[in-house]
């Protein structure tokens, strides 16, 4: 976003420095406004690319899940929101609910929609077993990941929470305010 609006300060004030020197020429108004018009019609397309960068992950993440919980029990590699889906064989090629699945990853996934109200995530003792709970938010950024290097393995209790939620949670529990309502 700071490149963008970088971006337009440049533009901006190329304009008016054109327009300044073009008003001492004896260049015709029209080219003028011919210039202006260019310079719309570039800050318009650098805009869209930016819209676009900005906007492809969340479309990417929303009809991944729709693909992913569009059933109305737990089967294969899609469960309904908020269920848990444990897959018991490492994904084929043939796999193509996300992108690029890790070849030698048994998932466990699940999808959250923590608007209305947190999510509590408890995970058990791990017995020193390594695990990662990664969590993405809705522009598939990680923003956090319970596990063996991170908290350890003991007992944990989270609350995963939408980014303005503010409440009081039980002893014990952590809260992991997600960036975005969907998880």
């Known amino acids: 976003m700071r490149r963008f609006l970088a971006l337009v300060k440049r533009s901006a004030t190329a304009v008016a420095v054109t327009i300044a020197l073009l008003s001492w020429s004896s260049v015709a108004w029209s080219q003028v406004e011919g210039l202006l018009g260019h310079t719309r019609e570039f800050?318009?397309?650098e805009t869209a690319i930016?819209?676009?960068?900005?906007?492809y992950p969340l479309v990417t993440m929303e009809m991944t899940r729709r693909v992913m919980t569009n059933v109305a029990a737990a089967e294969g590699t899609r469960a309904p929101m908020g269920q848990f889906v444990r897959m018991r064989t490492y994904p084929s090629a043939a796999f193509k609910d996300v992108t690029a699945p890790n070849a030698d990853?048994?998932?466990t996934t699940t999808?959250?929609?923590?608007?209305?109200?947190?999510?509590v995530l408890s995970i058990p003792d791990m017995s020193g077993r390594y695990f990662l709970f990664p969590?993405?938010?809705?522009?598939?950024n990680v923003f956090q990941v319970p596990?063996?290097?991170?908290t350890g393995t003991g007992p944990q209790t989270y609350a995963i929470t939408e980014p303005g939620w503010s409440g009081t949670l039980p002893s014990g529990v952590t809260q992991y305010k997600s960036p975005t309502a969907i998880v």
Request: aromatic share 20%; no cysteine; net charge negative.
């Open 135 to 140: 969590m993405l938010d809705g522009w598939t």
């Open 105 to 107: 990853t048994l998932y």
């Open 50 to 55: 930016e819209a676009y960068i900005f906007g």
């Open 111 to 119: 999808w959250l929609d923590v608007s209305k109200e947190p999510w």
């Open 43 to 45: 800050e318009a397309r």
């Open 147 to 150: 596990g063996k290097r991170t």
